[in-house]
């Protein structure tokens, strides 16, 4: 205690302006010297100065009673500073274009040296956008008649949701084609998180808005569509995961507008078949549940919650409690795949009875999302859409802007109304034959 007190007292007298004589700074050039003699077995520091042991005051006699050296550890920090940058690399080390140093034989040579060219190491060149995967820039009065009705009545669509490039193509139509839109139910938040989909996520999600299945069947009454898609996220934090909002929005819809066709991509609702019943009888056309990808690269890229098995498992259900339903599911291409799995995934997915299947590739929707393992060419698509038809689908839509939703209506009213209209037609004229022969045969009789 004796000791820290002469300590500070000492501290106080060498800020004050009338410090003793025996209290002496060392210069520059002798703070070196001194650093030398102090040892760390017989020094004490006390902030910025270091203050010499009773030891080393007998080994000097000069000294008086205490010797204060300021600012030993800066001077000392400062030559090490130099003796690295000394040692350390050249110039020269950061403007080498390559592996090797270059060598030049003249100065002119190395002058003539004006630009560098910036080496990363084990770091893949950028992806640009191949040009069959650019798209235009969305337009049209049906276009922006439909984008204010949705924020007017406070609905979502996945069509912005997931960043889709067929916005315009799905919402405007044309004078050939189907107008479709795809409205996402029970809100924008979903409860699970892949990797590949730009939906916001959350373990707690807003509550469900009752006024949305009467808001959304007005809304789409009042567009005139042909086709519609009822989609939604993922709401494990509910009991029956929606289904019964689902339901309820079909039922309101189809007595709204009985001629519309309705198309409902839906969840797993966690493998809970009780749900997938429920909506599978309320009254839809078409039941859509994606696959996403074979069955190797679930796990990585899509929610832990979500298993390859129990999608196959709700779209063999869904045949099973109404086999009059088309079925209907997506895969994408570019994320790891190879042929023979994907032909393994199509074989699995016919022996289920699924009717449609559309392929299209994975696009990133943004930086923080799963990499594009490769853009997969157009002519890729054409041999998927090939092997598609041969394995007995009701149709095959493959294309690299092919979406699950991406002109359904279309590729619903051209290809399976079409069929069926043409099955009603042959049966028609097979009962008018028959007709016909009675009549005749009726006749012949009473003649």
């Not at 912005?160 to 919402?171: K, L, M, R, T």
């Not at 001629?259 to 749900?275: A, R, S, V």
């Not at 998927?384 to 690299?400: D, H, M, Q, V």
């Not at 097979?430 to 006749?443: G, M, P, Y």
């Amino acid at each position: 205690t004796a000791c820290l007190y002469r300590y500070k007292r000492m501290y106080n007298k060498i800020i004050s302006k009338n410090a003793p004589n025996w209290i002496r700074q060392p210069t520059k050039t002798n703070t070196s010297n001194l650093s030398l003699l102090l040892s760390p077995l017989h020094k004490s520091k006390t902030r910025n100065f270091i203050i010499l042991s009773r030891r080393e005051r007998q080994q000097k006699p000069n000294t008086n009673t205490f010797i204060v050296v300021r600012g030993v550890g800066t001077f000392a920090r400062k030559s090490q500073f130099t003796e690295k940058l000394a040692n350390g690399p050249s110039f020269s080390d950061f403007i080498i274009a390559s592996s090797k140093p270059q060598e030049f034989s003249s100065v002119e040579e190395s002058l003539a040296l004006t630009t560098t060219t910036k080496i990363i190491p084990d770091k893949k060149p950028y992806q640009r956008l191949p040009e069959w995967l650019k798209t235009k820039v969305p337009i049209g009065a049906n276009y922006k008649r439909i984008k204010n009705d949705l924020r007017g009545l406070n609905l979502h669509t996945v069509c912005e949701e997931a960043h889709c490039p067929n916005i315009g193509d799905c919402w405007g139509g044309g004078e050939h084609q189907t107008a479709t839109a795809t409205i996402m139910l029970m809100g924008d938040e979903c409860t699970r998180g892949c990797r590949f989909c730009s939906v916001k996520t959350s373990r707690t999600p807003q509550p469900l808005d009752l006024n949305e299945p009467e808001n959304v069947a007005n809304a789409i009454a009042s567009w005139g569509l042909d086709y519609i898609v009822l989609t939604s996220v993922d709401r494990d934090d509910l009991l029956d995961g929606g289904s019964n909002h689902f339901a309820k929005t079909i039922q309101l819809l189809k007595q709204k507008a009985p001629k519309i066709m309705i198309e409902c991509l839906t969840g797993d609702f966690q493998g809970k078949l009780d749900d997938v019943t429920r909506v599978a009888l309320s009254g839809l056309d078409v039941y859509a549940h994606n696959v996403e990808t074979v069955e190797a690269l679930t796990p990585f890229v899509r929610d832990r919650r979500a298993t390859f098995r129990q999608s196959l498992k709700v779209l063999e259900h869904v045949k099973f409690v109404n086999p009059s339903l088309v079925t209907k599911t997506s895969i994408m291409l570019g994320v790891g795949e190879t042929d023979d799995e994907v032909l393994a995934t199509l074989q699995e997915l016919r022996k289920i009875d699924v009717d449609c299947v559309t392929i299209g590739q994975y696009m990133r929707p943004t930086k923080r999302h799963m990499k594009v393992h490769e853009y997969v060419a157009p002519s890729k698509f054409d041999y998927w859409e090939k092997i598609g038809n041969e394995l007995g689908f009701l149709y095959t839509a493959s294309g690299p802007l092919v979406r699950s939703s991406y002109k359904a209506g279309e590729f619903f009213i051209t290809n399976i109304l079409k069929k069926r209209r043409e099955q009603q037609q042959q049966l028609q004229k097979v009962i008018d034959t028959e007709q016909s022969l009675a009549d005749d045969h009726q006749n012949g009789l009473v003649g």
